[in-house]
């Protein structure tokens, strides 16, 4: 037998009115009352008529996330936090991987709209502006991560190029004038890696040393394996940096294993950075030094705005925002 929004209401001893809005999630319940629906839920194992609803409302009650990459410790965390965010809006949450490349990108954006989706949060590192606003076909967006000017969707960012001098900046604090960078990208993908990459060139402008591309290798992507090929090349060509600033923490787990395997001591012989403050970091030996973005904040910043348009104004012009981050040093650089 199917259970209907009322059997839930006369179970609980509240109106139906009252099970609609803690089966959607809105929040204005009182908590009591909101245990009492939720325990003849379950009583009943009532499942909304999601097919009904959306024809009452015009919503799916669905939105969607496109990140470049699914199995990168830094994308799940965020979907993690997305996804909890969602939650308390009522939405569930299609996650679709564009592989941060150009076509896939302009692929996952152009094909996810429609009837599917209510709204779409988006990570476009290789999407110029121009590709977004041709793809735009009036699906509430937000986008995260590198800043796409001039924006044509609302926008949640970190400042890339202080965080990555704030990074090369306590390096040289320590003393280390041989600074290596890993994660620049040899192609038009990948705005952050260009901005972090600046960051790090202001940071050795401000204390008086020259720039030196020997010093900068490049990663196809960010991942551990790309992190140790690029330590290995470093000091294969001869070029022995006393500090290395990864642009993500994957990169950085890698080339601390490079590290470790040519003999190199962390910090010791060299200190170490990275960007991203994911878990794995905390529980490596050495703990790693991070740039750390608030990820819970973008999530939710990100919900909340993809809230106010489906539910709101469509029209007005995009709003950014920017998340603050903050450095935790650990013993990649200070040592124990």
């Not at 896939?104 to 590709?131: F, K, N, Q, T, Y």
Request: aromatic content about 4%; hydrophobic content about 45%.
């Amino acid at each position: 037998m199917r259970h209907r929004l009322k059997d839930v209401a006369e179970r609980a001893g509240v109106s139906v009115k009252t099970v609609s809005n803690v089966v959607n999630g809105y929040q204005h319940v009182r908590p009591d009352t909101r245990a009492r629906v939720e325990q003849a839920i379950a009583e009943l194992r009532y499942r909304p008529n999601l097919s009904a609803r959306n024809l009452r409302t015009g919503r799916t009650g669905m939105i969607a996330l496109a990140v470049p990459e699914l199995d990168a410790p830094y994308y799940a965390e965020l979907a993690r936090h997305v996804v909890t965010a969602a939650a308390e809006q009522g939405w569930m949450v299609l996650i679709a991987r564009t592989g941060g490349g150009t076509e896939r990108e302009r692929a996952v954006a152009a094909g996810i709209g429609g009837h599917l989706i209510d709204g779409l949060i988006l990570s476009p590192p290789a999407l110029a502006a121009e590709d977004l606003a041709n793809l735009h076909d009036g699906t509430p967006t937000v986008l995260l991560g590198e800043r796409v000017d001039p924006g044509p969707a609302d926008h949640v960012t970190i400042d890339d190029v202080a965080a990555a001098r704030v990074a090369t900046a306590h390096l040289l604090a320590l003393g280390r004038r041989r600074i290596a960078a890993i994660g620049a990208r040899p192609t038009p993908e990948g705005t952050g890696a260009r901005l972090r990459l600046a960051g790090y060139a202001a940071a050795l402008a401000e204390a008086g040393i020259a720039y030196d591309e020997r010093l900068v290798a490049s990663a196809p992507a960010w991942r551990r394996a790309d992190g140790a090929a690029a330590v290995r090349h470093l000091l294969t060509s001869g070029v022995r940096p006393d500090a290395v600033l990864c642009f993500d923490d994957t990169l950085a787990l890698g080339a601390l294993r490079a590290l470790h395997e040519a003999g190199l001591r962390v910090p010791g012989d060299v200190a170490l950075a990275g960007f991203g403050d994911i878990e794995d970091g905390r529980f490596a030996v050495p703990t790693l030094t991070t740039v750390a973005p608030d990820k819970e904040r973008i999530a939710r910043l990100a919900v909340d705005l993809l809230a106010d348009r489906i539910d709101g104004d469509r029209s007005g012009p995009p709003r950014v925002l920017t998340v603050p981050y903050r450095l935790d040093t650990r013993e990649s650089t200070l040592g124990r």
